[in-house]
């Protein structure tokens, strides 16, 4: 299985699905919010959702949205990744709630060979991720530095590290 891409293998126009789709539970919700230290009731507390919000119940910190679209673009984005340049827009376009399932998908916007070093360029990309109707909840544009082959091959190939089982 691949794990990332090379920057030869990026196509501009190029939409990769990732799969599967992560349910969100209100377990995941509640302890992101507590590892992060962000105790807003909006996320914790049913009754206040209930009470004092449009929505009647509690709703999804997006962070964590954004987090778990991140990690699922892994395998098909930065994988192979040098390094990750920056996060040029975030957007929670719909809120999500305990139940509904993510899913994502990433467009390769624009690729550039890198001035200073022939090994590398630089991959930008938006991830869309949407819920179990199609609803998309969160977008976001970001620029990736990814190795050539040329690169790979230097340092050890598909499975740098990885040693070999012997007995």
């Not at 090994?119 to 050539?148: A, N, S, W």
């Given at each position: 299985m691949q794990f990332g891409r090379y920057y030869e293998e990026f196509e501009v126009g190029a939409v990769y699905k990732h799969w599967p789709g992560k349910t969100v539970t209100e377990y995941d919700d509640h302890l992101f919010c507590l590892i992060t230290m962000n105790h807003h009731p909006l996320h914790l507390d049913a009754h206040y959702a209930e009470e004092t919000t449009d929505f009647g119940k509690n709703v999804v910190v997006g962070n964590y949205i954004y987090s778990l679209l991140l990690g699922m673009s892994v395998p098909d984005v930065s994988g192979k990744a040098i390094a990750n340049l920056e996060v040029e827009s975030l957007k929670h376009v719909k809120p999500t709630f305990h139940g509904d399932t993510i899913y994502g998908e990433t467009e390769v916007l624009d690729k550039t060979p890198s001035k200073?070093?022939?090994?590398?360029?630089?991959?930008?990309?938006?991830?869309?991720?949407?819920?179990?109707?199609?609803?998309?909840?969160?977008?976001?544009?970001?620029?990736?530095?990814?190795?050539?082959?040329?690169?790979?091959?230097?340092?050890?190939g598909e499975q740098p590290g990885r040693p070999v089982p012997h007995e």
């Open positions: 200073s070093k022939d090994d590398r360029g630089v991959v930008y990309v938006e991830t869309r991720g949407y819920k179990q109707d199609g609803l998309i909840v969160c977008t976001f544009r970001r620029k990736v530095m990814v190795p050539k082959r040329s690169y790979g091959e230097t340092r050890g």
